[in-house]
């Protein structure tokens, strides 16, 4: 009886190692997971630019500049929607709210290498599941926000409308295990780098 009660015991103390371990082991993947969502948006938005792949936006009306995703005119308000190589192309990031899990991909259609909510042509989610947000990011706007922009069709990059800055981070953080993970993008190679 003893001895069982032994084995059970030894049993349940592995148990606990074996559960602990695994729990900060989908934590370490879904930092890593996020990291590689991230490189991959910004990715997206560079081979945009340098493919010269078409957006339909509005030209005049009252969504002038602004994205036409079904590409009919009656989405531009009494202008014209057109399929044109925008003037840029860039992934939005921020650290507040709910955006802080997101990435959103945009066609800078105006030119002016910002993000406007007009420009929107898809939103993904930069984390498996909801623990992971963007901490930090550098260079960073009066708005909590970081803007990379790829202009074609070489391309050129910008960040938050400048060249100011040679290297653009964003940093990842768990926010139950705290555990942090950094993607860089250098604006003279266009490295995107997911560590």
Request: with cysteine; net charge positive; hydrophobic share 40%.
């Amino acid at each position: 009886m003893i001895e069982m009660l032994i084995s059970l015991s030894i049993f349940a103390v592995v148990t606990a190692f074996v559960a602990a371990n695994f729990r900060a082991g989908r934590q370490s993947d879904e930092i890593r997971m996020s990291t590689q969502l991230v490189a991959t948006a910004i990715r997206r938005a560079q081979t945009m630019a340098i493919s010269g792949q078409t957006v339909p936006y509005c030209q005049g009306g009252t969504n002038d500049k602004g994205i036409c995703p079904g590409g009919t005119n009656p989405e531009c308000g009494g202008g014209t929607c057109v399929r044109e190589v925008a003037k840029g192309y860039g992934i939005h990031l921020t650290t507040l709210g709910t955006g802080a899990s997101k990435a959103i991909l945009f066609a800078d259609t105006d030119g002016d290498k910002l993000f406007n909510t007009r420009e929107t042509v898809r939103t993904d989610s930069i984390t498996p599941g909801p623990f992971v947000v963007a901490s930090a990011l550098n260079p960073v706007t009066a708005g909590s926000a970081l803007d990379i922009v790829f202009e074609p069709p070489r391309p050129k990059i910008w960040f938050n409308a400048s060249q100011a800055t040679g290297i653009a981070s964003i940093t990842l953080r768990h926010t139950t295990s705290g555990q942090t993970k950094n993607v860089t993008i250098n604006l003279i190679s266009g490295q995107i780098n997911a560590d």
